[in-house]
């Protein structure tokens, strides 16, 4: 699917910055941490998404929403939203009949990409905690 018609999800580290401050202002402890604990994983999704499109792209996979939601439970060992895999990777009228014939390359692509995806992962980490950092 071509970027033009994806519905494209990006959640930038400026975007957590500002998601930070205000969850700083909030007076509920409880409220704060649920807009941080969000915002981390708006931003990890965001970093997942760049990889799937890298696969999708370089590797030439006729990518679906489960295959998506495969590949990144393969890599960091848990999903992320069902809705915005929907959105990018779904495919109009397709039925279990004329589903991605790529999913038996879904180990390969998982074994293929898992070190780097995690190493941007652990980097996105690593940047968050920079910026709460400098937040409180």
């Known amino acids: 699917m071509s970027s033009k018609e994806k519905t494209i999800f990006i959640y930038t580290l400026e975007d957590y910055k500002a998601d930070i401050k ?21 931003y990890k999704q965001t970093v997942l998404f760049g990889w799937l499109e890298k696969v999708e792209v370089n590797e030439q996979v006729d990518l679906t929403p489960t295959l998506a939601l495969n590949l990144v439970k393969g890599w ?15 495919t109009t009228d397709r039925t279990a009949a004329n589903k991605s014939e790529d999913h038996h390359r879904k180990d390969e692509l998982i074994e293929k990409y898992k ?6 992962i652990k980097k996105a980490i690593v940047d968050m905690r920079k910026i709460k950092k400098s937040v409180f």
């Open 22 to 42: 205000i969850s700083k202002s909030l007076d509920d402890i409880g409220k704060r941490r649920a807009l941080a604990t969000a915002s981390s994983k708006k």
């Open 115 to 120: 070190e780097r995806v995690n190493n941007d």
């Open 76 to 90: 960091i060992g848990r999903g992320i939203d069902r809705e915005r895999l929907n959105k990018w990777f779904m």
